[in-house]
Each structure stands twice: as structure tokens, then as C-alpha cells.
């Protein structure tokens, strides 16, 4: 039986700073991250991919904005809103995939499941917004449109302008992650968990969904758990995680144990609704019985002591 790998793209892989967002743009990043897949595949991994949409759903809760005022149209919870782009970014990268893959003489299935995730729907996180999404923009901008909307926004850590932030709750469960299992220990590679999931919760053993946007690290962490993979793999716009980031006696962490990044995440070096998710979501794959947890760019996947590697 192959190894089997679930790997997060973050949204350097979709969208990077200073592009528009075109479709060309999106469709070249994730063609390039691609690339960087193959070395695993020829390593005899099974892949599951899960990814980020923190910039294309606040894009599109915009849009559906603008429908409102312009033309009236309904505006859609952010859960509805978390479906369209798992559709529309599962769609990318499987294309894109299909494409690199062929370049190489790879013959994989490759098939997208929109993916609900089970949240508590009396989690604090809907006190305490902390999920960026949308587009950057300057204080001015910020705060015209939260006097204009009830939204919430904060400056983001590099100092690249204020984003909108929204609930991030933890998931608990993953309804399908059974059928994801059999499909990718059968050589299929498996985009899911797109955007950390649709949020939902049980009401008297219905699913309903919820406004909100799951960290897709915690996601894909859970769901890594959940298949037994032997490799998490949470890919960022950064080679290793740091402490100190940004500020004196800065620190590029390699291989790191459980109970020093533990450490590390409790003394506040990791921001919130940036590194500390991603660190999260490694220790819990870690707590949980997984063994190989990393942190990095897509460039680095494959080469030896790449990233930020936690181990139990």
C-alpha cells in the first residue's frame, strides 16, 4: 500500500500578493504549485489536497454585495459562499493538476468533493472573529465599510493593509472523510475540505449551515487524523516558520519537537489568522499519532530538511 499525504494549500498557492485575481493569474499559481507535487507522487505518495480561500470568498461576498445594492438580488450567507469556491477552486486545481501530471506521463484520477464540516455552533470563535477574507485595504477604506456593514476588521500582521475577519470555529467532524480514505488508498488523489469546509451544525440530526470560514489547516489536520496519512503537509508563502518574526533575534525554526512549538504557540509568537493556525493544526495532527508534520513553500516539498518539521 503507497504512503499517503494530505497536503494544505495555503493562498500564495492561488493568489498572490499584487495580482488582480484573474483567472489567468489563479490558474498559473496553481499550475506552478502543481509542480511541486510531482516529487511525491514519484515518491509513491497517495495525495488528498485541501486549500485556503481566505482572498476569493471574500471576494465573492463582495460580489454578492454588489448584486444587492445594484441590482437587488439576495445576498447569500458566507456558508453558500464557501460552496462556490470550493467548487470554483476545486476546479482549478484538478484542471491544473490533470495538466502537470500529463506533462509528465502521470496517469492519476484526480475528483473535487465539496465537503461539509461539523462545527459547534456555540463556539466562542462567533464572539471573537478572527478569519480573514476579502481583498486588503487601507484604514480609511476599512473603516468606512465597517461603519457601512457591521464588519469587522484587522491589520494584518505584515503591516500589507486591513482585511475583514470573520468566525473561524473549530471543526469537529468530517461526514465524508470515509469515502475520501477508499477513494485516495485507491490511487485517486482527493481535493476536499476546500476553505476548511461548508460550516455546519447538528440540530436535532439535521446539518444546518452557519456563517462562518474554517481554518482549512485545522481541516485538513482533522482529516489527516482521520485517514491515518503518514505526511501533513501545510504549504505557506514562507520556507520555515519563525519566532520572532519581523523583529530582533528573528529565529527560523527547522526541526522542531512537539512540546517546544507547544511552547512556542502558548508565549503568543504565532499570529493569529496566520502562522498559529498552521502551527495548530500540526500539533494536533502530532498529538493525535501523526508523525510527519511540515511547515513550508511549495518549492521545498521533496528536498531533504525542508521546512518546518515538528515531530512528536
Known sequence: MNKLSVIAFGGNALLRSGQEGTIDEQEQNVYDTCQHLVPLIKEGYDLVIGHGNGPQVGNVLLQHEAGHQIYGLPKQPIDFCVAETQGSIGFMIEQQLRNVLAGHGIQRNIVTLVTQVVVDKEDPAFKNPTKPVGPFYSKEEADKMSAENQWVFHEDPRKRGWRR???????????????????????????????????????????????????????????????????????????????????????????????????????????????????????????????????????????????????P
Open 165 to 311: 475577519v470573520v468566525a473561524s470555529p473549530r471543526p469537529l467532524d468530517i461526514p465524508n472523510w470515509e469515502a475520501v480514505e477508499k477513494l485516495a488508498r485507491t490511487g485517486t488523489i482527493v481535493i476536499t475540505v476546500g476553505g476548511g469546509g461548508i460550516p455546519a451544525y447538528i440540530d436535532g440530526g439535521k446539518m444546518v449551515g452557519i456563517d462562518a470560514v474554517i481554518d482549512k489547516d485545522l481541516a485538513s489536520s482533522l482529516l489527516a487524523n482521520k485517514i491515518k496519512a503518514d505526511k501533513f503537509c501545510i504549504l505557506t508563502d514562507v520556507p520555515n516558520v519563525f519566532i520572532n518574526f519581523h523583529k530582533p533575534g528573528e529565529k527560523k525554526l527547522e526541526r522542531v519537537s512537539l512540546e517546544e512549538i507547544s511552547r512556542h504557540l502558548a508565549d503568543g509568537q504565532f499570529t493569529e489568522g496566520s502562522m498559529a493556525p498552521k502551527v495548530r493544526a500540526c500539533i494536533q495532527f502530532v498529538e493525535n499519532g501523526g508523525k510527519d508534520a511540515i511547515i513550508t513553500e511549495a518549492e521545498q516539498l521533496g528536498k531533504p530538511e525542508a521546512g518546518t518539521v515538528i515531530l
